[in-house]
């Protein structure tokens, strides 16, 4: 079993629409979540972070943890085509520093 | 507020050939991370610093690997004997000791081993 897993992609959503993102991870006494954006050739982008049960919004995005169900999602509302990238889910582990990432489901905002 | 720097930005290199890197963190960040990613993937942790001190290595770093972190401010990444197998971007984060464990990372360096 995979530390960090995402939904398959590629996730395709037409502009304007809610882009749902869905992540689940193994460590169950990881405190702290990421959201990173990766566009193509370029290197992650931190775009959200949290630390507690329940919804975190910045903007357009949308974060939700759900620790007891080990289990963590971004929804991206009114879907811009800038929007399509690869997400990538990162899970800090118990101990130690280092991030655990999903392998990143890849959308595509159609105009 | 500069971000993350990584030098250089593209790199080929021949099979058996030594390369190295550098990463000039934040200014104000104390905690410095190597990640490698390859196509389709998500990054994978080689090693991180607090300060000058490497205090978590991956078992994905081999003895051929080599990082260092002089003076805890910029870190250089080395690899002996490049094997093609070692084709990937390596990325380099850094975050402050603030609790948050946000990490920024650079714009990578892309190795190519021929």
């Known amino acids: 079993q995979k530390e960090v897993e995402q939904n398959s992609g590629p996730l395709s959503v037409p502009e304007g629409a809610i882009a749902s993102l869905n992540c689940t991870y193994s460590?169950?006494?990881?405190?702290?979540f990421f959201w990173y954006r990766q566009y193509s050739g370029k290197s992650p982008e931190l775009i959200m972070s949290i630390y507690s049960n329940g919804d975190k919004e910045d903007g357009r995005f949308t974060a939700q943890l759900n620790k007891a169900s080990q289990y963590v999602s971004l929804l991206i509302r009114d879907s811009q085509p800038s929007d399509s990238a690869t997400y990538l889910c990162?899970?800090?582990?118990?101990?130690?520093?280092?991030?655990?990432f999903g392998e990143g489901t890849q959308l595509t905002v159609n105009p | 507020d500069t971000g993350v720097s990584q030098d250089p930005r593209h790199k080929i290199t021949k099979r058996g050939q030594n390369v190295t890197f550098r990463c000039d963190p934040i200014s104000e960040h104390n905690r410095l991370y190597w990640y490698r990613q390859t196509l389709g993937q998500g990054p994978e942790f080689l090693t991180y610093f607090q300060n000058e001190a490497q205090l978590e290595k991956s078992r994905l770093l081999s003895d051929r690997f080599s990082a260092e972190r002089p003076k805890g401010s910029f870190s250089t990444l080395e690899i002996q004997r490049t094997e093609q197998g070692d084709s990937a971007m390596y990325l380099c984060?850094?975050?402050?000791?603030?609790?948050?464990?946000?990490?920024?990372f650079g714009p990578g360096t892309r190795l190519t081993v021929t």
């Open positions: 460590d169950r006494g990881s405190q702290s």
């Open positions: 990162a899970v800090k582990e118990t101990s130690g520093s280092r991030l655990t």
């Open positions: 984060a850094s975050s402050r000791r603030d609790g948050s464990y946000e990490q920024y």
